[in-house]
């Protein structure tokens, strides 16, 4: 594999300023290698003491959460993943797929500790990369969480709605199950005003040889016997 140029370095925003002298030295600490698409540049649990700069094709980084695969980010050219001066990470929780061929610069931290003090502009420039990573991750951890509270928040809302509903629904079908059937009554109110009170009392009551008295002989049978 053919070693990088500074030109090619120069794919990075951060190193258009850096000294061409700073670049040669980062380039003859390192190595350039191939990733074939699918292949892992780092898996979960791999020790973060390499610096990754992608100098073309494409690469993601996953997380895994409850089983599954969760993309974080997309590695562009010009990017930088792994170790990064002042980065406090020891292990990663994470890994780095490539999604096409892609050519990966990487060299490691112990290397690149050895110039601290003569390469100024170079670990500036690092610096600015490590920071601009860490402000896109917590941006990416927002957003998440933001997510989060909306889904249990829907899930709230679509609970205190589908209450209601369910109950009304149940209201409902029993009111239709024991309501009465009113479709006879008009019939029934006729018939109650042509049949006499007598024989309509006679025949709701099961009372068919009942004699009713009429009012005012009950009323002379009374005053008799006073």
Same mark, same amino acid.
């Given at each position: 594999?053919?070693?990088? &140029?500074? @030109?090619? $370095?120069? =794919? =990075?925003?951060?190193?258009?300023? +850096?000294?061409?002298?700073?670049?040669?030295?980062?380039?003859?600490?390192?190595?350039? #290698?191939?990733?074939?698409?699918?292949?892992?540049?780092?898996? +979960?649990? #791999?020790?973060?003491?390499?610096?990754?700069?992608?100098?073309?094709?494409?690469?993601?980084?996953?997380? %895994?959460?409850? @089983?599954? /695969?969760?993309?974080?980010?997309?590695?562009?050219?010009?990017?930088?993943?792994?170790?990064?001066?002042?980065?406090?990470?020891? %292990?990663?929780?994470?890994? *780095?797929?490539?999604?096409?061929?892609?050519? =990966?610069?990487?060299?490691?931290?112990?290397?690149?500790? &050895?110039?601290? @003090?003569?390469?100024?502009?170079?670990?500036?420039? $690092? %610096?600015?990369?490590?920071? !601009?990573?860490?402000? /896109?991750?917590?941006?990416?951890?927002?957003?998440? /969480?933001?997510?989060?509270?909306?889904?249990?928040?829907?899930?709230?809302?679509?609970?205190?709605?589908? !209450?209601?509903? #369910?109950?009304?629904?149940?209201?409902?079908?029993?009111?239709?199950?024991?309501?009465?059937?009113?479709?006879?009554?008009?019939?029934?109110?006729?018939?109650? #005003?042509?049949?006499?009170?007598?024989?309509?009392?006679?025949?709701? *009551?099961?009372?068919?040889?009942?004699?009713?008295?009429?009012?005012?002989?009950?009323?002379?049978?009374?005053?008799?016997?006073?």
């Amino acid at each position: 594999m053919k070693a990088p &140029t500074v @030109g090619d $370095m120069k =794919v =990075v925003p951060e190193f258009q300023a +850096v000294p061409d002298d700073q670049l040669q030295w980062l380039i003859n600490q390192g190595e350039s #290698a191939e990733v074939e698409k699918g292949d892992l540049l780092f898996n +979960v649990g #791999a020790p973060v003491n390499t610096c990754y700069i992608v100098l073309g094709g494409k690469m993601r980084i996953c997380a %895994v959460q409850s @089983g599954a /695969e969760r993309e974080l980010r997309i590695l562009h050219p010009g990017q930088a993943t792994g170790y990064l001066p002042y980065s406090r990470a020891t %292990v990663t929780p994470v890994f *780095c797929e490539a999604l096409e061929k892609t050519w =990966v610069f990487r060299c490691t931290a112990a290397k690149l500790k &050895t110039g601290t @003090g003569d390469h100024y502009e170079l670990y500036e420039a $690092m %610096v600015h990369m490590m920071l !601009n990573r860490v402000r /896109e991750f917590t941006s990416i951890q927002q957003q998440n /969480e933001k997510m989060f509270a909306l889904g249990k928040l829907s899930a709230g809302l679509a609970h205190e709605l589908n !209450n209601p509903a #369910a109950a009304i629904s149940a209201v409902s079908t029993r009111r239709t199950a024991s309501s009465w059937d009113c479709s006879g009554l008009p019939r029934m109110r006729s018939l109650w #005003a042509r049949v006499p009170s007598g024989k309509l009392l006679r025949h709701t *009551c099961g009372c068919q040889n009942m004699s009713i008295p009429r009012r005012e002989n009950t009323t002379r049978s009374i005053a008799g016997k006073t």
